[in-house]
Each structure stands twice: as C-alpha cells, then as structure tokens.
C-alpha cells in the first residue's frame, strides 16, 4: 500500500472519521492528515500511512482550491449551515458586476476574523470549546490570502464561487466578508475541496 493516500471525504463526517474508517479497513493503526475538512464539507484530503505521517507537515502549508456555495440573507453562529440562525434580511436585486467587484476588492492578503467555531486556540483552548462552555469569545483577526476567485454563477440568494487560497485561511470567513461587503449576512451553504498543491481531487479514492 501507497504511503499517501488521497481520499474524498464525504459530507456529514469529521476528518477523524476518515481515520477511523480507513483504519477499520486496512487494520493499520499509525496514520494521520494534513488538514482537516469540517462535518459539512467535502472533497480532498492528504492521508499519511506509516512511514508516510512523516511527510505530512510538508503538505500542510500548501495552497488549496475549493468551490463553495454561499447563502445570503441569512448569518449563524458558526458561518455554515450547522449553527443557529443570528441575523436575516431580505435579498434584493444583487448584479453580477457587484459580485465581481466585491470578489476583485477581497483577492490577495486579507485581515477577517477567525470562526469562533473552529480550533485556533485562545487562552490555552479551542475556541469552540469555550463558546460551548458558554464563555464570551471575542474571534481573533488573522491575515487570510486569496490567490484568485472567480464566479461560477449567482441566483437571488445563492453565489457558486471558486477560490485558491492559503493554508490557514477560512471559507466561512470569506462568505461572510462578501456579504459584508454587499451589505447583506451570509453564510457558507457548500464547501467542496478540490485541490491541495498539485494533489488533485479527480485522483482521489472514495471512502466504501
């Protein structure tokens, strides 16, 4: 067996989840990733087998590409679909020239604040674990790149874009910044990985 596998994660797991399955199958204990992908999204991940968890590090810092679907008119408390609708508005008459100005203005190095649902630690500990104990969480401000994005297509309330960017920076944080930016609350609806460096999903195994 290949030291590194390329896997498509399927919506509705966690990325430890993949471990577990793979190795429920294989029967071999020693394996990690490099990067993880939330419950709600899908697509590539770099899985390291034996030997091959040595060179994971190498593949965190790359760059990755996604498509991701995003909802305006509506924001949550963890920037997808899985948390509890804070804020709501109605869509108005929104043109292709806005979008495309809006994603031209956020291309290249930008400062957006993290997900308070997500691991970056604060005091020692995860955020989302602080906010499930019920602590007040202020997100902290990180500098996230965007190398490129393009519209894919738009409806009232749903753009479908395509996007590379750095490692560390989040496609929750960059749905809402475009509704920021259009005057309205957004959150991410879909989040599909395609490409980590020049690993690439078409070459990927799916999970029996």
Same mark, same amino acid.
């Given at each position: 067996m290949k030291d590194i596998l390329l896997v498509d994660k399927p919506i509705g797991i966690t990325s430890f989840d993949v471990i577990r399955?793979?190795?429920?199958?294989?029967?071999?204990?020693?394996?990690?990733?490099?990067?993880?992908?939330d419950p709600l999204a899908s697509g590539l991940m770099i899985i390291g087998i034996n030997q091959g968890t040595k060179k994971l590090t190498k593949f965190i810092g790359l760059s990755k590409v996604y498509e991701a679907e995003i909802l305006l008119g509506?924001?949550?408390?963890?920037?997808?679909? &899985?948390?509890?609708?804070t804020e709501e508005k109605e869509v108005g008459n929104i043109t292709k020239k806005q979008i495309e100005k809006v994603l031209k203005e956020i291309t290249g190095k930008i400062e957006? @604040?993290? @997900?308070?649902? +997500?691991? =970056?630690?604060?005091?020692?500990?995860?955020?989302? *674990?602080? =906010?499930?104990?019920?602590?007040? =969480? %202020? @997100? @902290?401000?990180?500098?996230? &790149?965007?190398?490129?994005?393009?519209?894919? %297509?738009? +409806? *009232?309330?749903?753009? +479908?874009?395509?996007? &590379?960017?750095?490692?560390?920076?989040?496609?929750?944080?960059?749905?809402?910044?475009?509704? *920021?930016?259009?005057n309205l609350p957004a959150t991410l609806s879909d989040l599909k990985r395609t490409r980590i460096g020049n690993f690439s999903l078409a070459k990927a195994r799916q999970l029996e």
């Open positions: 399955i793979l190795r429920r199958q294989t029967g071999i204990r020693k394996m990690g990733h490099a990067g993880t992908l509506k924001k949550t408390t963890t920037g997808d679909l &899985e948390g509890d609708v957006l @604040p993290v @997900p308070i649902y +997500s691991a =970056v630690k604060q005091k020692g500990q995860p955020l989302y *674990k602080r =906010v499930r104990k019920g602590e007040s =969480v %202020k @997100p @902290p401000i990180k500098t996230m &790149e965007i190398q490129w994005i393009k519209l894919k %297509k738009f +409806s *009232k309330t749903t753009l +479908s874009i395509e996007l &590379e960017v750095s490692s560390g920076t989040y496609i929750r944080s960059i749905a809402e910044e475009i509704g *920021k930016r259009l």
